[in-house]
């Protein structure tokens, strides 16, 4: 899935949410992209920082809730994109991330922050 965001820090809070609440196993946040769009009869252009949300169909409703919860923006650029080939072991690396009842921490661990 993919969706913008205005600013660094929602791309964070939303990246985090998704993976905390298991709805990802991963989000990639791509730094600062130009958006052009057509928006309220107007051309805008805008800097956005895109997040590329790796999960599984059936968290499809709950990333877009949790997108609709935290996003400023009034309509959210949410896209699924059909995956038609997958590596075996990465595909069972985000099913065990997505795993509600697995015993494992959703804190995040500050000696694996690696600020870029």
């Known amino acids: 899935m993919v ?21 990802a196993a991963c989000v990639n946040m ?11 009869g107007k051309v ?3 800097s956005e920082y895109m997040l590329v949300i ?7 409703e709950r990333v877009c809730e ?11 650029e949410i896209l699924s994109f ?3 080939r997958a590596e075996e072991r990465f595909l ?10 697995a015993d494992f921490s959703d804190e995040e661990d500050p000696s694996e922050i690696h600020d870029l």
């Open 3 to 23: 969706t913008t965001v205005g600013d660094e820090e929602q791309g964070n809070e939303l990246a985090h949410e998704l993976v905390a609440r298991r709805h």
């Open 30 to 40: 791509l730094p600062v992209t130009k958006s052009f769009y057509r928006w309220q």
């Open 44 to 46: 805008c252009r805008d």
């Open 54 to 60: 790796k999960t599984l169909d059936s968290e499809y």
């Open 66 to 76: 949790t997108i609709h919860e935290i996003h400023s923006y009034d309509l959210p």
């Open 82 to 84: 059909a995956i038609s």
């Open 92 to 101: 069972s690396w985000i099913i065990g991330s997505l795993d509600k009842e």
